[in-house]
């Protein structure tokens, strides 16, 4: 069964505008993660939320967890050209492994 | 900041022939993973090795497939005979804690 579901699939915004891009899981979670990927290149690990954490901030990079709605938003402000990727969430139930969504691919326009 | 390595970046290899491939993990991590994604689809689970021994594996993981630790430093994987349909990018991962994970930048394995 797919853990992480992302949401919308695919997200076009102009520069300088806020992207939100959301994630919904169903069993329960030890941490959640969000990484993006460049087209045809590596994962990059961008924040971690705990369980027991609803929000963290990273640049601009803001990350709320409802565990209780088995949801998480990432929230990318003032965006770049440069942020234009795919974001995956991924929760992580135990220590075995990382489970990925399908991810949301962004696309910021100049 | 420490990295995960992987080597190398970019494979080609005939259909039915042998592949290893390699990475180096953070070296006070303990647990290790691979994953894989195939273009345009999203990563996959593969295996996950601690305290060698292979602690969870998911179906994609058969009897094709096989990690190794050999020396403490490296962790490979194997792919005894390629099919086509293994052409994937490969990401090997570690982590201290089995909760926090660092990526390799991946290998991407084309069979032809």
């Known amino acids: 069964s797919q853990q992480g579901e992302e949401d919308p699939q695919a997200l076009s915004i102009q520069e300088g505008e806020n992207a939100t891009m959301n994630c919904s899981y169903k069993t329960s979670i030890n941490n959640l993660q969000w990484y993006r990927q460049n087209s045809g290149r590596g994962l990059v690990h961008l924040i971690l939320i705990r369980s027991n954490e609803r929000e963290k901030h990273s640049g601009r990079l803001r990350v709320t967890l409802d565990t209780s709605k088995k949801s998480s938003s990432l929230l990318i402000t003032a965006s770049r050209a440069a942020d234009t990727a795919s974001y995956f969430c991924?929760?992580?139930?135990?220590?075995?492994?990382?489970?990925f969504g399908p991810g949301t691919s962004l696309s910021v326009i100049p | 900041e420490p990295e995960v390595t992987q080597t190398p970046s970019h494979q080609v290899t005939q259909m039915g022939q042998e592949v290893i491939l390699r990475c180096v993990p953070i070296?006070?991590?303990?647990?290790f993973y691979w994953y894989r994604q195939i273009l345009g689809q999203k990563v996959e689970f593969l295996v996950s090795?601690?305290?060698?021994?292979?602690?969870?594996k998911s179906e994609i993981f058969d009897d094709q497939f096989s990690v190794e630790r050999p020396d403490g430093s490296n962790f490979t994987l194997k792919i005894r005979s390629t099919k086509l349909e293994d052409s994937a990018m490969y990401f090997c991962a570690s982590s201290v804690t089995g909760y926090g994970y660092t990526f390799g930048s991946g290998t991407r394995l084309t069979v032809v």
């Open positions: 991924a929760t992580v139930t135990s220590y075995d492994k990382v489970i």
């Open positions: 070296s006070n991590h303990l647990y």
């Open positions: 090795f601690y305290n060698n021994e292979i602690s969870e």
